[in-house]
C-alpha cells in the first residue's frame, strides 16, 4: 500500500486495480452515472396522464394550436332517407328512449398539412364525446364506429389524414410485351419495331454508363408531355437512341415539380457519379428551375431513391431487367392542390410523372473504320498497325470527328446540335423514318472534313472511361520496286468496349503481341486502339505499371482479378456489339467487393458500384473540374412516359370521415345536447360506456376538436337552463349559426345548432411534473422517494465501491509454509478461544470436539507444532455444569485419544440444528433421521462399553482402555448434566472462576502413537515395560528414569488406575494393562468465568466503564507488586503512582509479573498471596461440603474436585481482581487525593486489609498516609429530597455480635467473654486456628449487649463467611451482625473490576489473563517469549473443521528473503472465515443475515477491508501494538467493546492504525443456525450495534466524519443538480448537446451522439408527440447525463492516480467502516412504502406518475448493473444461492418495527457511551425477549396480510360500484382512480408475498401445510394447491427477477397498464440497497 518509487508504481496498482473484472468496473462506473441521471429524471420529466385508451399528443397542441375540426349538424327527424335520428340498443338489447345518427366530420387540408408537419402523426382518429350538461363527459362512438363493415360491405374511410399526392410509376427499362395502349411511347414511331429499338435499355444504359441518373419531371396536363415526347422523338435520336443533349435548364424548363435519384441501378458495378450526392443528384442542376420537389421511393417498404434504384426484376422482359414497384410522392401537396383549383389550371387536368435517365458521357465504345483490299482476306487485313496507320486514321476521322464534335467549347444552339446528332445517325440506314434528313448539306460536309484531324486523342486525357482512338504515327511508306494496278479498297467497321479496372484472364495460345513501351500504346487508349485496328485482335489488356500492351486472338469472359492499373477491352466487328456487352456484364458480374452489401432484395447482379477500385469506372467528356451547374449540357433520354391512368398524382388522403355508430352505441335521449369531436393519433376502443372522462379542455387528448350544441332528434328540452345559457355563450363566435339561441332571429329554425367556439374547447395547458405535484401528500411522498432513492444510491457506491480496486495483497497457503515449520517460534501461543453464555451442552461438546482437531503439524522435523497451544472456554454463564463438563472433557483429552477418533466424531456432529442439538445426544450410536448415520465412532464392542447397546454395523475406531475409561465418564457425566449445564449449587460468581491444566493430545493417530504401550499378560511383560519406558526416556531425553516414571500412567482392564511402583504384585487378572506418556502435556486447556459481583447483589446499576457510583472495581496489579531488579526493565514510573506498599528499595518497577514464574514469588507482596489462596481454599471447601457424593452423584463430586485443583490464580492481575467492591462515593483525604469507598468490599479485600492494617503496612512511605483501610460510613441529619448527610471514618477490621440481655444476668464479663471464644471455636471447627489472637469488646446498647471481635483479617473473614445466625454463651442468645463494612482506597490503585460484560468484553478477558501471565506473549525487547500472539474466535454454535489454522494461518505471514522464508505479517491484523452451515439441511433462518455479509466480505477481500462478524475468526495480537508497559494501558482494551459490534468496531479500529484483514473464502467452520426469533433478534442487535457505531465513530474518528461530510456534500450537490441545471444555467448553454431554440453548446456544436439520441428517444422509448412535448428538458437532461459521465471519468482517474500512489486502500476501508455504521439508515425503506399505500387507497394522487416506458428503461439499466455487480462475487462463494439473497434482502422488511426500536435504543445508548461513558456492549435480553419480538413480529406480518385483504375488498368494491353506476346511471371511471387502486393493491400485494414465508412460520401453518399437502385424503386440487403454497417458499427468488426485469420489458415492448407498475418497479429499485 506505499507508493513505490518511478513509474513502476503507477503500473502496479493500476494492474493491481485493473485486476478486478473489468465487467465490475464497468458496471460500477455505469451505475455511478446512471442514478444520477435517474435522479434528475425524476425532477425532469412530465407527469403521465393516466388517459389511457387516449394518446399523447405534440407540444404545441397542448399550447392550444389545435386545428378546427367541422362536425354536421344534429339531425331533428326520424323519417329514413336522409340523416335521421334512429333508436339504439343498449347491453342486453334492451331500449331505453336514447337515439344515434351518423356524424360527418371534415378538416381543411391546410389544418391538415399542418398537424402533419415534422409527422407527429401521418393519420388521425375520430372519438365523440356527448354530454346533457356540459359537466359529465362520456364517449359515445369510438373507431368501431367509424364507417364500419357491420353497415355494408363497402369499405369506406376511418379516418382523416394529410393529402398524400402519390404517382405508381410502370416498370421501366427493357422491351416487353407492352403496346401502344398502355405505353404511349409506342405513338411517336412510325413502326413498332423501331419504337422498341428506341427505347430506353436499363441494362444497356448500366453497360454504357455504370451508374444511372434519373429525373422525375411532373408535368401538369398531358398537352406538355405530348409536346416533348413528339419533340425528343424527332430531334434526339442519336446512334440509335432517343437522346438530347440539353442544359438542365433547357431539358426541365416545363417540368412543374421535380425530382431525382442516382446511384448504382440493380445492384450492378459501376462507380457513382460525381452529380449524385445522397442518392438525390446535387441541387445545382436544378438551380433556376421549379422549387416544387417530389421524393422517388420504392413500395412497400417506403424507401428513398437510392433503395429504389436496387429493384430490379427480369420478368416480363424479353432481355435485360427493369424497374420494379417504383412511385413518386410529392413533397408539399398543398402546392399542387392549390395549383389544381386555381381557376387558369383547370382545363390541365391531372399531374404525370415523367422520367428521364441523364447521363454526362457517351459510351466508352470507340468505332475503327479500316480500308482493306477486295483479294485481302479477313485475317490478313491490319496485320500490323504500323501498315494500316494511314488508311485507319484517314477512315476512322468520319466517325470520330461526330464522336467529338462536341470538344469544341463553342456553344451551339438547340437546332444546330440537333442537326448535328442528326447527321451521326447516318450510318444507321434500317433506322431512317419520315423525320430524318435525306443527306448532308455541302457546308456539313465540309466541317465534317475540316474536322477530320480532330479524330487525334492527346495523351493527357485524365481517365482512361474517356479516352478516344488515338492517331498511330504516320510513318513513310515504302516505295514499290514495280509499280502496279492500285487495287479497289472496302471500309471494314470494328467497336472496342472498355473494362476500367478490370484484367481479363489471357486464354492460352491466343497471345498476338505484346507492346510494352510502344509510345503509341502506352495508354489505356492507345492500347484499345491497336486492338481495334488489327481485325485479328479480340482482346486487349493495358497493365499501367509497365506500360504495357498485350493483344489476344480469343477473348476471355471471366476476369482474373480487379486493379484499377489494368485496362481491358473487347473488340469485334460493329455488329457485336451485343455480344461484347453482354460479355461485359459477365466479367463485371464476378466482381466481389471488400464489404458485403446490405441486402434489401439483392438482385442477381447485386454488386457494391461504391467499392470499385479507384479509377475503375469512366466519367464524363468533359472537364472533372468543371462546375455543376444548371447550364451544363448532359445527355437526356426518356426512361418512362406516363399514360392516363399510371404515372399520374393522385391523392390518397382523407380530409372527411363518416361516423356511422354500431346498434348498440347510443347518443342521447331528443333534447338538448353538446357534442364533440376528437381527433387521436392511433384508433381508440373503448369496450364500455362507463370511461369517465375529464372535462374541457380537449387538447390535452385531441390533435383537433370541434363540437355543436343545440336541440337533437325534434327535441329542444333541456334539464337546466343554464345548460342552453352555456351553449349561448359558447356560440358568440359563430352568430350565424346560433341567432336562435341568441334570439336574434325569429326565422331561424328552433333547432339550429351551434358550433362550441374554441376557446371553450381548448386551453393552454402547461405539462405538470410530479416534483412540482400542487398536491401536498403527493409532493411530500415525491420527495421522501428521492431521499429515499439518494440514500439507496449512496448506499449502494459505497458497499460495492471497494469491489474496484485491489492492494495486490499476496495471499499464501498451507502448501506453502508447510514445510517451514520455524514459523511456529515466531508466535507465543496459538489460543482457539470459545465463549457461551446459555448454549446447550451439546452445542458446547461439539464445539470443543471440534477445536481439538484443528491443530496443525508441519512438515518438519526441527519444529512441528506451535510450542503453546490454547483452548479457551469463556463461560459468561458462570454454569457448574459447564466446569464439571470441561474437567471431564480435559481428563479424556488427557489420555491422548486418536486424532482419527475426533475428527471422526467431530465430521458427525457438524451438520445439526437446534433441535437435534436440544433433543439427540453426541453418544448417540445413530440418529433416528432415516439415514442411519453413525454418531458416536466406535467398535461395536467398545460402544456396548460405553453406550450399554450394542451396534451391529461394522467400522468405528478403537480406543485405548484409559480413553475409553475416560469417554465413558464424559458420557455418563453428560447424560447427567441438565440441558442449560446450570446447577443449583455452583461457585459463587463474585470472583473469577479460572481452571489451568495442561493434557497430552498428540498428532498421531493409530499405531503411529508411540506415547503408549498395551501389555498382554506373559511372563516378560515387565521386560516389555522397560524395553518402552527405555524408547520414551531416550526420546525425550531424561536420564532418570525414576523421574520419568511419575509421568506415566498405567491402566488396568477394569479402568482403574495402577501405580507400576507395585508391579510385582500385579495379577493375571487386572491385564491387559494400557501404560501411558503423560510427559508431553503440550496442550493448556483454560476454563474461564469473569467474576460477575453483580449477580450476587440487587443492585442493578446501569453499568459504565470508570470508577462511577455504584461500579465494581478491584485493585491495579500494580497494588500488589513490590518493586525489585527485574529481568525486563522499563521506565521508572513517578512518585505519586508508587506501587501499594513499596519498600522503599531504588528499582525500577516491572509493569507486570507472574506468580507463577520461580524469580517472582518472592518479589509478590506476602500479604496477598495468602489472602487469595486462603479464599479459593474456603470458597473450594464450602462448595465440596455441600455436594452430595453418594451414588450418582459420586462421578460428579470427583470431577469436581479435579477441577478445583486446577482452579490457580497466576499473576498479580489476577490476584488484584479477586480484591472488589462496590463504588459507593469518590471522596478527598485530607492531603488532597481521591479515595474511593468500596461496599460489599471481596472477602480476599478485607482479608487483606485487614491483615495490612495489623501488620502496619497500609500507609504510603512517602506520605505516612493510609492507601487503604476500612471506613465506618455514618448518616447525620435528617433526610431530605437532596439526600441524607453522611460521614465517613477510619475504623479496624472486625466484627459485631448482639446478644439479649436475660433478666436478672450479672454474668462476668471475663467469663462471658472466654465462653464466648470457646463457642466461636466449635462453630468455626478446625479450619480457623489461633482463635486466640481474637480480641473480644463489650459494648453495652439499649437493645442488648454488642460483642465486637478483632483480630487477624483471616480469622475475621472466615468467620464473616459462615455467617453466624445463632450462638449461645452461658445465657445470652445471639447472632452475628452484618455491619456491611466499607473500605476506602485511593482512587489511582482501583480499576473497573467488571469491565465490560459483553462477548468482547470476554475477549478481553482471556486477552489480558494470557497477557500478563507468563510465556504467552512476549513484550519485545529482551523477552525470550515472542510478542506475536495468535487469537482464534470460534463461537460455541460454530465448529472449527481441521483445516481451520491450515487455512487461516497462512493468511498472517508474508514472504521475506526473496521468498525463501515466512515471516509474521504485521499488517495483517484480522483472517476472517465465513459463516457457513449445513447445505443439507435448509436453514433459512441464518440467510437473513449470514448472505449478505459473505457477499460484501468476499467484494472487500480485494483491499483489504474484510470486517469481522465476531466469530470464525483469526486475530494478531501484537505487543508492539498492544501492551502492558506501564499502569496507564492495564485498562486499554484489544478488542473494542463501547457497542454492540465488537468484532466490527475491532476492525474499524485497527484500519485506523494503518492494518488490513483478509477472508478465507472456504469454509472453515460449520455453524447452528439460530432459530427464527434468535436470528431476528440478532438481526436488531446488528441494527443497534451499527446505530451505536455510527455516533461513536462519527464523534471519535476524524477520518470517519470526514468521509460522512464528503458523502452528505455529494449527496446533496446531487439532488441540486437533479434538481434543478443550475451547471447550464450558470453557464446560459448547454455543455453538449443544445436543445430547440439553443443550440450553441461549450464546443459550438453538438457532439455526434446528441442526434441518435434524438432519434433513438423520439423513436423506440416514447411516441414522437411525447418527444416534442419534452425534447427541451430531455435534451438537457442528457447534457446533464454527459456532464455528470465527464464528472464520473475524472472521478476514476482521481482514483487510478491515487490507486498508484498507494493511498487508495486507506480511502476504500474508510469507506467500509461508513457503510458498516450507516447501511441500517435504508431499513426503514417499507415504512414509506407502506404509508404511500394508505395515503393512495384514501385518494392521494400517486406521486410517480411517470411516462412508464422512459422510466422502466433506466430502472432497467440501473437493475442490469445492480444484479452484475452482485453475481459477479455472488458467482465465487457456492453456499450463496438466490433463495438466501431473497430472503436477506427481505429480511428488512421483516424486521422494519425491530429496527425502529433498535435505531431509538441504539441512539440513546451512543449518547451514554459518548456522554456518560456507559457500556452498552451487552446484549440485554430479558428473559421473555423472544416472545415479545415474536409477538411484534406476528403482528406485524398479519397486520400487512391484513391490509392487503382489505386493499383487495376495497378495489373489488369499488370497481363494482362503477360497474353498477355505469350500468343505472351511466357514470363512468376515473382513470387516475384506477391507477391509484391498482398501484396501491399491487405494491401492497408486492410487500404482503415478501413477507408470506415469515406469516405462515410465525402462525405455525408451515407444519399444517406440510400435513396436507402429504394428506392422500385429502382432494388433488387441495394438496396440489396446498404443495404451490410451499413450493412458493423455495422459488420466491424468482418474483425478484420479475419484477427488476420482467415488469421493464413487459413495458419497453408496449404491454398495457404499464403505469401502475411504476410504484412497483421503483419499490424494488429501493430493496436493493439492503446490505446487497
Not at 382523416?160 to 416487353?176: E, Q, R, T, V, Y
Not at 390533435?703 to 328540452?717: I, M
Request: charged share 25%; proline share 5%.
Amino acid at each position: 500500500e506505499k507508493c513505490l518509487p518511478t513509474a513502476d508504481a503507477c503500473r502496479w496498482h493500476v494492474a493491481a486495480m485493473v485486476q478486478c473484472s473489468v465487467c465490475y468496473n464497468i458496471c460500477f462506473f455505469t451505475y455511478a452515472w446512471l442514478a444520477p441521471v435517474f435522479l434528475r429524471y425524476l425532477f425532469t420529466a412530465h407527469s403521465f396522464k393516466p388517459g389511457s385508451p387516449f394518446h399523447s399528443v405534440p407540444l404545441r397542441t397542448l399550447a392550444g394550436e389545435v386545428p378546427a375540426l367541422y362536425m354536421s349538424s344534429f339531425p331533428q327527424t326520424t323519417a329514413e332517407g336522409v340523416n335521421h335520428c334512429r333508436p339504439c340498443q343498449e347491453v342486453g338489447g334492451q331500449r331505453s328512449g336514447m337515439y344515434q345518427w351518423d356524424v360527418t366530420l371534415s378538416m381543411s387540408y391546410e389544418d391538415l398539412i399542418e398537424q402533419s408537419k415534422d409527422k407527429p402523426v401521418s393519420t388521425m382518429y375520430p372519438l365523440v364525446f356527448a354530454s346533457n350538461d356540459n359537466k359529465v363527459w362520456k364517449v359515445v362512438a369510438d373507431a368501431d364506429d367509424v364507417a364500419g363493415k357491420w353497415k355494408d360491405s363497402e369499405s369506406r374511410v376511418t379516418h382523416l389524414s394529410a393529402p398524400l399526392l402519390i404517382a405508381n410509376l410502370k416498370n421501366f427499362g427493357c422491351i416487353d410485351d407492352e403496346k401502344a395502349k398502355t405505353d404511349p411511347w409506342f405513338n411517336y414511331f412510325s413502326q413498332i419495331d423501331m419504337a422498341k429499338k428506341y427505347k430506353w435499355d436499363l441494362m444497356n444504359h448500366v453497360g454504357m454508363h455504370g451508374a444511372v441518373n434519373l429525373v422525375a419531371c411532373v408535368m401538369q396536363g398531358m398537352e406538355d408531355v405530348d409536346q416533348l415526347m413528339h419533340t425528343y422523338a424527332r430531334d434526339c435520336r442519336f446512334k440509335g437512341e432517343v437522346k438530347c443533349h440539353l442544359s438542365s435548364k433547357e431539358a426541365l424548363k416545363k417540368c412543374f415539380a421535380l425530382g431525382s435519384a442516382c446511384g448504382n441501378a440493380c445492384g450492378n458495378f459501376a462507380p457513382k457519379p460525381r452529380e449524385c450526392m445522397e442518392d438525390t443528384l446535387d441541387p445545382a442542376l436544378f438551380v433556376g428551375l421549379t422549387e416544387r420537389r417530389v421524393k422517388v421511393k420504392i413500395s412497400p417498404s417506403g424507401a428513398g431513391p437510392g433503395e429504389a434504384l436496387k429493384f430490379c426484376t427480369q420478368s416480363p422482359c424479353k432481355q435485360g431487367r427493369h424497374f420494379t414497384n417504383m412511385y413518386v410522392e410529392a413533397k408539399n401537396p398543398i402546392e399542387f392542390l392549390k395549383s389544381q383549383m386555381d381557376a387558369r389550371n383547370k382545363e390541365k387536368g391531372s399531374f404525370y410523372v415523367l422520367m428521364f435517365a441523364m447521363s454526362d458521357f457517351h459510351p466508352p465504345m470507340h468505332t475503327f473504320s479500316i480500308e482493306v483490299s477486295d483479294d485481302e482476306s479477313d485475317g490478313e487485313e491490319g496485320e500490323d498497325d504500323d501498315d494500316d496507320s494511314g488508311s485507319a486514321d484517314a477512315s476512322s476521322g468520319n466517325d470520330a470527328k461526330d464522336e467529338h464534335k462536341d470538344h469544341n467549347k463553342t456553344p451551339k444552339k438547340a437546332d444546330e446540335h440537333k442537326h448535328d446528332e442528326h447527321h451521326h445517325d447516318n450510318n444507321d440506314k434500317q433506322a431512317t423514318d419520315k423525320h430524318k434528313e435525306k443527306e448532308k448539306t455541302p457546308d456539313q460536309k465540309h466541317q465534317d472534313k475540316g474536322k477530320k484531324d480532330e479524330a487525334k486523342h492527346a495523351e493527357d486525357h485524365k481517365k482512361p472511361s474517356t479516352h478516344k482512338p488515338t492517331k498511330a504515327p504516320d510513318k513513310k511508306k515504302k516505295p514499290h520496286k514495280d509499280k502496279k494496278k492500285k487495287k479497289k479498297k472496302k471500309v471494314h467497321s470494328r467497336t472496342c468496349v472498355d473494362l476500367p479496372g478490370v484484367r481479363l484472364n489471357d486464354i492460352k495460345g491466343s497471345e498476338l503481341a505484346t507492346l510494352v513501351g510502344k509510345p503509341h500504346a502506352s495508354d489505356p487508349l492507345g492500347c484499345t486502339a491497336a486492338c481495334g485496328k488489327d481485325l485479328k485482335c479480340k482482346q486487349s489488356i493495358f497493365a499501367q505499371k509497365n506500360k504495357g500492351c498485350y493483344l489476344f486472338k480469343l477473348a476471355a469472359v471471366a476476369a482474373k482479378e480487379y486493379n484499377p492499373g489494368f485496362n481491358s477491352s473487347y473488340c469485334d466487328d460493329a455488329k457485336e456489339k451485343k455480344s461484347m456487352m453482354m460479355m461485359l456484364h459477365q466479367a463485371y458480374k464476378a466482381y466481389v467487393p471488400p464489404s458485403p452489401a446490405p441486402a434489401l432484395m439483392p438482385p442477381p447482379l447485386a454488386r457494391l458500384l461504391s467499392d470499385l477500385p479507384p479509377g475503375a469506372g469512366v466519367s464524363g467528356e468533359g472537364d472533372a473540374d468543371e462546375p455543376i451547374t444548371s447550364d451544363r449540357k448532359y445527355y437526356w433520354q426518356i426512361a418512362h412516359v406516363p399514360n392516363l391512368t399510371i404515372g399520374v398524382l393522385t391523392d390518397q388522403g382523407a380530409n372527411e370521415v363518416q361516423v356511422i355508430p354500431r346498434n348498440t352505441s347510443c347518443f342521447s335521449t331528443p333534447g338538448f345536447l353538446f357534442m364533440v369531436a376528437c381527433m387521436t393519433s392511433k384508433p381508440v376502443y373503448i369496450s364500455d360506456r362507463t370511461h369517465q372522462l375529464e372535462p374541457p379542455p380537449f387538447n390535452d387528448r385531441c390533435l383537433a376538436v370541434g363540437g355543436k350544441c343545440g336541440a337533437t332528434c325534434g327535441s329542444a328540452q333541456e334539464g337546466d337552463e343554464a345548460v342552453a345559457n352555456q351553449c349561448r355563450n359558447q356560440a358568440l363566435h359563430n352568430v350565424a349559426t346560433s341567432r336562435r339561441l341568441m334570439g336574434e332571429s325569429k326565422s331561424t329554425s328552433p333547432y339550429s345548432s351551434a358550433t362550441i367556439a374554441k376557446q371553450f374547447l381548448v386551453e393552454e395547458i402547461v405539462a405538470k411534473k410530479p416534483s412540482s405535484s400542487p398536491a401536498i401528500a403527493a409532493h411530500f411522498f415525491f420527495n421522501m422517494f428521492v431521499l429515499i432513492a439518494v440514500m439507496s444510491y449512496f448506499a449502494t457506491l459505497i458497499s460495492k465501491f471497494p469491489g474496484n480496486f485491489s492492494d495486490n495483497h499476496i495471499i499464501h497457503t498451507w502448501d506453502e509454509i508447510r514445510t517451514h515449520g520455524y514459523v511456529a517460534a515466531q508466535f507465543g501461543s496459538v489460543v482457539t478461544c470459545s465463549s457461551s453464555t446459555d448454549e446447550n451442552k451439546m452445542v458446547i461438546l461439539r464445539n470443543w470436539i471440534g477445536k481439538a482437531t484443528t491443530r496443525p503439524q508441519f512438515d518438519d522435523r526441527d519444529v512441528s507444532t506451535f510450542k503453546k497451544w490454547v483452548d479457551v472456554f469463556c463461560d459468561d454463564g458462570h454454569r457448574e455444569g459447564a466446569r464439571v463438563l470441561w474437567s471431564a472433557w480435559t481428563d479424556f483429552l488427557d489420555t491422548d485419544p486418536p486424532i482419527g477418533f475426533l475428527q471422526e466424531w467431530a465430521t458427525n456432529l457438524r451438520k445439526i440444528t437446534w433441535d437435534l442439538a436440544a433433543d439427540r445426544s453426541p453418544f448417540d450410536l445413530k440418529w433416528g433421521d432415516g439415514k442411519g448415520k453413525r454418531v458416536l465412532p466406535l467398535v461395536p464392542e467398545q460402544a456396548k462399553q460405553v453406550i450399554g447397546v450394542e451396534d451391529a454395523s461394522d467400522g468405528g475406531i478403537r480406543l485405548r482402555i484409559d480413553s475409553l475409561r475416560k469417554l465413558k465418564d464424559l458420557s455418563e457425566i453428560y447424560n447427567s448434566l441438565p440441558h442449560d449445564l446450570k446447577l443449583a449449587l455452583s461457585m459463587p460468581s463474585s470472583d473469577d472462576v479460572i481452571l489451568t491444566r495442561r493434557v497430552v493430545l498428540g498428532m498421531q493417530d493409530g499405531q503411529k502413537n508411540t506415547n503408549y504401550i498395551d501389555i498382554a499378560y506373559k511372563q516378560s511383560w515387565q521386560k516389555e515395560y522397560d524395553n518402552w519406558l527405555e524408547g520414551r526416556m531416550k526420546s525425550s531425553k531424561i536420564s532418570s528414569k525414576d523421574q520419568f516414571q511419575k509421568n506415566v500412567v498405567c491402566t488396568d482392564c477394569n479402568f482403574k488406575t495402577v501405580d507400576m511402583a507395585n508391579a510385582a504384585k500385579f495379577e493375571q487378572s487386572m491385564f491387559p494393562l494400557h501404560v501411558r506418556d503423560c510427559s508431553g502435556k503440550n496442550i493448556i486447556m483454560i476454563y474461564c468465568a469473569r467474576a460477575r459481583p453483580d449477580m450476587e447483589t440487587h443492585n442493578k446499576t446501569a453499568p459504565k466503564r470508570d470508577l462511577s457510583g455504584y461500579m465494581w472495581a478491584c485493585l491495579r496489579p500494580k497494588a500488589v507488586r513490590k518493586s525489585y531488579e527485574a529481568k525486563r526493565t522499563f521506565k521508572r514510573k513517578p512518585a505519586e503512582e508508587t506501587p501499594l506498599l513499596n519498600t522503599g528499595d531504588d528499582y525500577s518497577e516491572r509493569s507486570w509479573s507472574s506468580v507463577t514464574g520461580p524469580s517472582q514469588v518472592e518479589s509478590l507482596l506476602d500479604e496477598i498471596k495468602p489472602c487469595v489462596e486462603g479464599v479459593v481454599e474456603r470458597q473450594n471447601k464450602r462448595f465440596l461440603d455441600r455436594l452430595d457424593d453418594s451414588g450418582d452423584n459420586a462421578l460428579r463430586h470427583a470431577l469436581t474436585q479435579t477441577y478445583l485443583k486446577y482452579r490457580t490464580v497466576d499473576s498479580d492481575w489476577e490476584l488484584a481482581r479477586f480484591c472488589s467492591g462496590q463504588i459507593t462515593s469518590t471522596e478527598r483525604d485530607i492531603d488532597g487525593d481521591e479515595v474511593v469507598i468500596l461496599d460489599n468490599p471481596s472477602s480476599a479485600l478485607l482479608e487483606l486489609i485487614s491483615d495490612l492494617h495489623a501488620s502496619g503496612k497500609a500507609t504510603s512511605t512517602s506520605s505516612g498516609r493510609p492507601l487503604l483501610g476500612l471506613a465506618a460510613v455514618e448518616t447525620v441529619g435528617e433526610s431530605s429530597f437532596l439526600g441524607a448527610s453522611r460521614t465517613v471514618h477510619a475504623t479496624a477490621p472486625s466484627l459485631e455480635f448482639l446478644f439479649n440481655v436475660p433478666k436478672n444476668s450479672n454474668q462476668p464479663s471475663g467469663a462471658f467473654q472466654a465462653e464466648f471464644k470457646k463457642q466461636l471455636k466449635q462453630l468455626m471447627g478446625d479450619s480457623v486456628k489461633d482463635m486466640n489472637a481474637l480480641v473480644t469488646k463489650e459494648k453495652k446498647r439499649d437493645i442488648g449487649l454488642c460483642v465486637e471481635v478483632s483480630g487477624p483479617g483471616r480469622i475475621i473473614e472466615h468467620i464473616r463467611e459462615n455467617n453466624i445466625r445463632e450462638i449461645k454463651v452461658l445465657d445470652y442468645f445471639g447472632r452475628m451482625i452484618d455491619s456491611h463494612p466499607h473500605v476506602i482506597v485511593k482512587k489511582d490503585l482501583l480499576m473497573p473490576s467488571a469491565g465490560v460484560r459483553g462477548r468482547s468484553g470476554g475477549y478481553n478477558f482471556i486477552v489480558d489473563l494470557l497477557q500478563f501471565r507468563d510465556g504467552f506473549i512476549g513484550t519485545g525487547d529482551g523477552d525470550l517469549t515472542p510478542d506475536c500472539m495468535l487469537f482464534g474466535i470460534v463461537e460455541s454454535r460454530f465448529q472449527p473443521l481441521p483445516d481451520f489454522w491450515r487455512k487461516t494461518l497462512p493468511k498472517m505471514m508474508k514472504n521475506t528473503n526473496g521468498g525463501y522464508d515466512y515471516k509474521v505479517n504485521r499488517d495483517v491484523c484480522l483472517v476472517q472465515a465465513p459463516e457457513s452451515f449445513g447445505n443439507d439441511i435448509l436453514e433459512e433462518n441464518e440467510e437473513l443475515t449470514g448472505v449478505s455479509y459473505s457477499i460484501l466480505n468476499i467484494i472487500r477481500q480485494r483491499c483489504g477491508g474484510v470486517t469481522s462478524c465476531g466469530t470464525n475468526a483469526v486475530w494478531l495480537v501484537d505487543a508492539k501494538d498492544f501492551n502492558r508497559e506501564d499502569d496507564k494501558t492495564v485498562t486499554n482494551e484489544y478488542f473494542h467493546s463501547r457497542t454492540l459490534l465488537g468484532g466490527m468496531a475491532t476492525t474499524h479500529m485497527n484500519f485506523a492504525n494503518g492494518k488490513r484483514s483478509v477472508y478465507v473464502e472456504e469454509n472453515v467452520c460449520t455453524g447452528i443456525a439460530k432459530r427464527p426469533t434468535e436470528c431476528l433478534c440478532d438481526l436488531q442487535r446488528k441494527i443497534e450495534g451499527s446505530v451505536q457505531l455510527f455516533w461513536v465513530e462519527l464523534f471519535s474518528c476524524s477520518r470517519v466524519m470526514i468521509m460522512a461530510i464528503m458523502v452528505c456534500v455529494a449527496a446533496w450537490v446531487t439532488v441540486h443538480s437533479c434538481r434543478t441545471p443550475w451547471v447550464q444555467d450558470a453557464a446560459g448553454f448547454n455543455f453538449f448537446c443544445g436543445v430547440p431554440g439553443q443550440v450553441s453548446t461549450i464546443t459550438g456544436s453538438e457532439i455526434p451522439i446528441c442526434e441518435p439520441v434524438r432519434k433513438f428517444m423520439g423513436s423506440f422509448v416514447m411516441d414522437h408527440n411525447t418527444w416534442k412535448s419534452n425534447e427541451k428538458d430531455f435534451m438537457t437532461l442528457v447534457d446533464a447525463a454527459l456532464i455528470w459521465f465527464v464528472v464520473c471519468v475524472v472521478l476514476a482517474l482521481v482514483a487510478c492516480i491515487l490507486s498508484c500512489r498507494g493511498i487508495m486502500p486507506a480511502i476504500v476501508r474508510t469507506v467500509i467502516r461508513l457503510e458498516d455504521i450507516t447501511y441500517w439508515m435504508t431499513s426503514l425503506n417499507v415504512l414509506y412504502w407502506l404509508v404511500l399505500v394508505f395515503f393512495m387507497v384514501i385518494g392521494m394522487e400517486p406521486p410517480l406518475m411517470y411516462d412508464p416506458p422512459v422510466f422502466m428503461v433506466l430502472l432497467l439499466l440501473l437493475n442490469i448493473t445492480q444484479h452484475s455487480m452482485m453475481n459477479h462475487y455472488k458467482v465465487m462463494n457456492e453456499t450463496i444461492t438466490e433463495i438466501s439473497v431473497w430472503r436477506s434482502q427481505i429480511s428488512h422488511t421483516l424486521v422494519a418495527p425491530l429496527a425502529i426500536s433498535a435505531i431509538w435504543s441504539g441512539t440513546k445508548s451512543a449518547m451514554g457511551v459518548i456522554w456518560k461513558n456507559a457500556d452498552e456492549s451487552f446484549w440485554k435480553k430479558k428473559a421473555d425477549d423472544n416472545t415479545e419480538n415474536l409477538n411484534k413480529l406476528t403482528a406485524w406480518v398479519t397486520t400487512i396480510w391484513i391490509a392487503f385483504a382489505g386493499c383487495i375488498a376495497y378495489v373489488l368494491f369499488v370497481q363494482a360500484r362503477h360497474t353498477l353506476e355505469g350500468f343505472l346511471t351511466g357514470a363512468t371511471s376515473n382513470p387516475l382512480e384506477n391507477v391509484r387502486l391498482h398501484s396501491s393493491l399491487l405494491l401492497l400485494g408486492m410487500i404482503a408475498i415478501t413477507v408470506w414465508d415469515a406469516f405462515i412460520s410465525l402462525w405455525e401453518a408451515d407444519r399444517w401445510l406440510e400435513t396436507v399437502a402429504n394428506n392422500e385424503k385429502k382432494n388433488w386440487l387441495t394438496r396440489q394447491a396446498t404443495k404451490m403454497l410451499l413450493s412458493g417458499r423455495k422459488n420466491a427468488w424468482i418474483l425478484r427477477y420479475v419484477i427488476d426485469f420482467v415488469c421493464p420489458i413487459y413495458v419497453l415492448v408496449g404491454g398495457p397498464y404499464g403505469i401502475i407498475l411504476v410504484c412497483l418497479a421503483a419499490y424494488a429499485s429501493t430493496v436493493h440497497s439492503l446490505r446487497m
